[in-house]
T-cell receptor, first 121, second 114 residues
């Protein structure tokens, strides 16, 4: 259980274009999803928390107008990299966990999609 | 300040031997969870093991065990009987009750030698 699907696995785009990445929870409903970015040989850095039916919460230093997040349903969150530039080339990975009621959500591991490798030329 | 610190950038381990990956954390929250993930070269993040801040017993999951020392704020991962397929990046992570976010350490690359 707790499968998260991410699409596409890899994408190459030209500088200035926009790219949309989808993250789906296949067997559970996710009111919250998380988007991470990982540069080569580095750790995962949280970009934003995607909340179903409300605005995403962005981490400090992440441009909300450049990385548009839409969490329109309980099973789908999308990340759109707008006007992509070569420095946006990275590995983007989403995650979610089945919801727990009350204050116990910290007990629940996040399950990750397989990631999207974005290359901007 | 770093919330999760993994001091070993890389390690070699002989096949069939055990290896310990260090992880220390920093939090003022009383309620938190500690997690270890494996990331092979293909990129996916594989959840390995979890330890809750209130758990008194060390977590075990097959060949993985977590050496949890709460007073020292450490949560080291022990992999027993290493296999070639264990070669990967390993990340320690923490999820605090207050923030709900999962924060990762810098990772440790493990290479298992035949």
């Amino acid at each position: 259980g707790a499968v998260v699907s991410q699409h596409p696995s890899w994408v190459i785009c030209k500088s200035g274009t926009s790219v949309k990445i989808e993250c789906r929870s296949l067997d559970f409903q996710a009111t919250t999803m998380f988007w991470y970015r990982q540069f080569p040989k580095q750790s995962l850095m949280l970009m934003a928390t995607s909340n179903e039916g409300s605005k995403a919460t962005y981490e400090q230093g992440v441009e909300k107008d450049k990385f548009l997040i839409n969490h329109a349903s309980l099973t789908l969150s999308t990340l759109t990299v707008t006007s992509a530039h070569p420095e946006d080339s990275s590995f983007y990975i989403c995650s979610a966990s089945p919801p727990l009621t009350g204050p116990l959500s910290y007990n629940s591991p996040l399950h990750f999609g397989n990631g999207t490798r974005l290359t901007v030329t | 300040a770093q919330k999760i610190t993994q001091t070993q950038p890389g390690m070699f381990v002989q096949e069939k031997e055990a290896v310990t990956l260090d992880c220390t954390y920093d939090t003022s929250d009383q309620s938190y969870g500690l997690f270890w993930y494996k990331q092979p070269s293909s990129g996916e993040m594989i959840f390995l093991i979890y330890q809750g801040s209130y758990d008194e017993q060390n977590a075990t999951e097959g060949r993985y065990s977590l050496n949890f020392q709460k007073a020292r704020k450490s949560a080291n991962l022990v992999i027993s009987a290493s296999q070639l397929g264990d070669s990967a990046m390993y990340f320690c992570a923490m999820r605090e009750a207050a923030g709900n976010k999962l924060t990762f350490g810098g990772g440790t690359r493990v290479l298992v030698k035949p």
